[in-house]
């Protein structure tokens, strides 16, 4: 058990979950006994046009997340002042407000917001010195108000009516919103704004069950966050479990429990108490083991195609971990506490580079570890630049938009080109030998052999699509990851249906009709659909236009084991097979791969 | 100007998207306003993110999305009930610590290996993408919602009006306030696949509120509510094609903008024709 908070990422998520308990404690009795958990819960939710400002034009998420809340709060009290409005329905209105500016702006404005994402579900494995800063803000505040104004707070939480008279009311409220709004921002970075109530709210209540006296309501909290907290973070690391999601359903159960024993009759209860610890406990015993060192160079590559490759040049030599797994969107991707754990033991750390694995920086800084991290697509010879936010829209227009975007970003999905993969190889192999030199003479042979391999499917792909006349080579694929390969295959993508290098955006009505009459304009035949993007809005294209859908492509990962994609080459086939398929109708394919 | 207004009507998605965003407006501008008469506007926007662990269980099983879905809200629509019931806590406490709970179960169930991708897509909905089978659907619940709505109308409001004067005529304020639960959870279902987890809550509260700050009477306001959501709908789907922004977050910030103008509306017009208390 101890063992667990001897890793430096555990040790700081633990800091903070204990500071945090201070303000959450304090601030959640006050939630509680006042009724306002919808005011917490919407005032975190409604950070998120607040972070997606933040990460689009680059400053502090805390402070876009604070000033959300600000805005958020004002518009409530302003609102609240008109007659016939009740507090409930404008704490819904104003929030779903806040959603939908969130969403137009990261949709329509910024292109990509991937960082958005976690920070609407928030980590303890990812907790910075920022992070902690402010939560020791928040807990000084929160001891500085509870002292200050809690007997008045608590006269008008139990009086309503009679508040007025004691001192002045408005002041009094806001200081008290203001403090939710500092707790909440402060929780926003460890547990995320859908999941806020697992630290303000659910241990307040729990320990309301228990006793109706204030003093111990206010110290029980506190120290029910911060022991729900510890063990919901240790609980996660041994079960490879994101620590917020563990934290609320631990803090859940105990609230469940805590309700039948003191709510149900004294048997009843017991035998509640009895099958729960027995489930708990079964739980906890069914996880843990952890890995054994064997020696070898341990290697942590961050996207399935940079582990395929390095897994290629290290064979059986190296101790490889991938962090993304097939089939998933990595966009959505969340630190586990394995994650962190093989990074931290790392020796050689190999990331795909851009914005797809851009957490990886922090990962490393959290962990503590002093791997050596190679870029792989420093080194690639064909870069392309990332972000055609609007690829068919009309050149003057989109170049103007170009402008004012951030153009340096690199779009990250070089490895569709062989070209780039032939370097990469190389560079991991540059590096594997650096590390082990022992062993370079077998990664040598190893990456020449590979080497070979892909230029020989370079020119077997290029080959075969040159029987397509290139009038007739136009696609259009589900987003923009495909850059790289029609580039280097003179393939046309005449349009792509998520306007963004994101997954995370959402497309207009606009956009998609224009889509829609480019494909039949330009008679495109297919539609390629991803394998880790929900089909549904390519289907409503393909519906409306009589384009297929049949064949699905391989864009931001590669596939399970078994699938035509499991490893690099694999996924070339497979997409250019399905390219061929989808441009002839279905007539013709090069590898045979779609059987 | 016709033209103008039939151009989008040519594509499938934006058309799908304008019944869709009917059949939506419909559900949500009828059981917005008992949403508001009960007071329940937190439950409408939470009971959206207790879909989750259905959801994602029904993906694992194999079993159609929307009966997951349709179970765990229910489930969780019980659940707030009893915790509200047996802890004497504020329905928000109650609402608060059920939701979370099960939102966090949610993302654990998502952590196999085995659930598709697109959590996000959850969240947020695509407008564009909603399929004929998931419009029957949406058109299938809707009618079940009106039809119940309908039914019970006039005890619905008997309670509603007066939780004291409820039991003595033999009905429960709490059985009630359960069925505009229910009520709502259909409503969710309906909007889900279009609007998302997040921004659902919208079309359930947004209309009614706005209308309810324009009248006392509740006729009144169960029309101008239904006005309002179709209206804000269509508006935002035309919006979407011509200034090119989300679809589904254009219907909302119609939506949202409608309310501000209800409330500025309320405050300037001559206080004459605005009495204080809600009648039938």
Redesign the interface.
């Known amino acids: 058990m101890l063992e667990t908070f001897s890793l430096p990422f555990v040790q700081k998520g633990l800091i903070e979950v204990l500071l945090l308990a201070i303000p959450a404690g304090l601030i959640g009795s006050w939630v ?1 006994l006042r ?4 005011f ?3 005032i975190g ?1 409604a950070a998120f046009p607040g972070l997606v400002l933040a990460d689009g034009i680059g400053f502090s998420p805390a402070l876009g997340a604070f000033g959300a809340a600000g805005v958020f709060a004002g518009l409530t009290a302003l ?1 609240g002042r ?5 507090t ?10 806040c ?3 969130g ?2 702006l990261a ?2 404005v910024f292109g990509s917001s991937s960082s958005v ?1 976690n920070l ?2 928030g980590s303890l494995l990812s907790i910075g010195g920022n992070d902690i800063l402010l939560a020791a803000v928040a807990a000084v505040l929160a001891i500085a108000t509870t002292v200050l104004f809690g007997h008045r707070w608590l006269a008008r939480g139990f009086d309503e009516t009679g508040s007025a008279q004691v001192g002045n009311r408005h002041l009094l409220d806001g200081a008290l919103l203001v403090v939710v709004a500092l707790t909440v921002t402060a929780s926003l970075n460890a547990i995320g704004a ?5 630290l303000i ?2 241990p307040a ?1 729990t320990i ?2 228990v006793t109706k006296r204030v003093g111990l309501q206010l110290a029980g909290s506190v120290a029910l966050v911060a022991l729900e907290g510890t063990f919901g973070l240790w609980l996660s690391v041994e079960t490879n ?2 620590p ?6 631990a ?3 105990l ?2 429990l805590t ?1 039948a024993v003191t ?1 149900l009759g004294r048997r009843r209860s017991r035998a509640a108490l009895a099958v729960a610890l027995i489930a708990g406990g079964g739980v906890i015993a069914g996880c843990g083991g952890t890995g054994s060192d064997s020696g070898q160079l341990k290697v942590v590559a961050t996207t399935t195609q940079a582990g395929d490759l390095a897994a290629q040049v290290g064979g059986d030599k190296i101790d490889l971990t991938t962090i993304l ?1 097939p ?3 990595p ?2 991707y969340e630190p586990r506490p394995s994650d962190v754990t093989a990074v931290a033991d790392a020796d050689l750390v190999f990331r795909s580079g851009g914005h797809l694995d851009e957490w990886t920086e922090q990962i490393i800084s959290d962990s503590g570890s002093d791997a050596k991290v190679v870029d792989l697509s420093q080194g690639i010879p064909v870069k392309l630049e990332g972000e055609e936010e609007h690829e068919h829209a009309e050149e003057g227009h989109s170049e103007e938009e170009h402008a004012e975007e951030p153009g340096e970003e690199l779009d990250p999905h070089w490895w569709h080109d062989p070209v780039n993969v032939k370097a990469a190889v190389g560079e991991i192999e540059e590096s594997l030998a650096e590390a082990e030199p022992d062993d370079a003479g077998y990664f040598r042979e190893r990456a020449t052999a590979y080497e070979a391999r892909v230029a020989e499917l370079n020119r077997q792909i290029a080959k075969c699509i040159d029987a397509v006349p290139p009038a007739e080579r136009k696609i259009v694929t589900d987003h923009d990851a495909f850059g790289y390969y029609t580039k280097r295959y003179g393939i046309e993508t005449v349009g792509t249906v998520i306007p963004a290098l994101t ?11 224009e889509l ?1 009459d480019t494909i039949r304009k330009e008679n495109v035949k297919a539609v390629f659909p991803e394998e ?3 089909p ?2 390519s ?3 393909a ?2 236009t009589g384009a297929s859908t049949d064949y699905t492509l391989y864009g931001d990962t590669l596939g ?1 084991e078994g699938s035509p994609g499991e490893t690099w080459l694999g996924m070339m086939k497979s997409n250019t097979d399905n390219i061929m398929l989808g441009m002839t109708d279905g007539r013709k394919d090069c590898f045979g791969t779609s059987g | 100007m016709i033209d103008w207004l039939l151009e ?1 009507l ?5 058309l ?2 304008l019944i869709e965003v009917t059949l939506i407006g419909v559900a949500g501008g009828v059981v917005g306003c008992w ?2 008469l009960y ?4 439950s ?3 009971l959206a ?1 207790g879909l989750l662990p259905g959801l994602v269980a029904a993906t694992l099983l194999g079993l159609p999305i929307l009966l997951g879905g349709a179970v765990g809200i229910v489930a969780a629509a019980i659940l707030i009930a009893l ?1 509200n019931r ?2 004497r ?2 329905a ?2 109650a ?11 949610g ?2 169930l998502a ?1 196999s ?1 085995d659930t ?6 959850l ?2 909905g ?1 407008l ?4 004929d089978t998931e419009l029957l659907t949406s058109a299938g619940i809707l009618l079940a919602v009106i039809a119940s709505v309908w039914l019970m109308h006039d005890r619905l409001l008997a309670a509603g009006f007066d939780a004291g004067a409820g039991p003595s005529l033999g009905l429960s304020p709490s059985v009630m306030s359960g069925v505009v639960l229910v009520l709502v959870a259909l409503t969710v279902l309906v909007g889900v696949q279009g609007l998302g987890n ?2 659902v ?2 079309v359930l ?2 209309p ?2 706005a209308a ?2 324009l009248t ?1 009477r509740f006729r009144p306001m169960l029309i101008l509510a239904v006005a309002t959501a179709l209206l804000a709908g269509v508006a935002g ?1 035309y919006l ?11 219907v ?2 119609v ?2 903008l409608a ?1 501000l103008a209800a ?1 500025a509306a ?2 300037l017009l001559p206080r004459a024709i ?1 009495p ?1 208390s809600l009648n039938t």
């Open positions: 509680v009724g306002l958990a919808f917490s819960h919407a939710t609102l008109v007659k016939r409005s009740s409930d329905s404008i704490t819904a209105t104003v929030l779903v407000g959603l939908a500016t969403v137009l949709s329509d994402d609407l579900f859908l999941l806020i109530s697992a709210v659910i209540a309301r069950l479990a994101p917020g999601a563990t934290i609320a359903v803090s859940g159960v609230f469940a309700l709510r797994k089939n998933t969107d966009h959505e997954t995370q955006a959402q497309p207009s009505a606009g956009d998609l009709a829609e880790s993007v929900p549904a809005l289907n409503a294209v519906r409306d399970p | 989008p040519r594509f499938g998605a934006s799908r998207a949403v508001i007071r329940v506007s937190y409408a926007e939470s993110h915790v047996f802890a806590e504020s928000d406490t609402i608060a610590v059920v939701i979370t709970g099960l939102f966090g179960f993302v654990l952590l290996p598709p991708p697109g959590t996000a897509e969240l947020f695509d564009l993408g909603v399929s997040l921004l809550a919208a509260v947004t009614a509120a309810r700050l006392d789907v979407s094609y011509y200034l090119k922004v989300a679809a589904g977050a254009s909302v910030a939506l949202v309310y409330a309320a405050t605005r204080t």
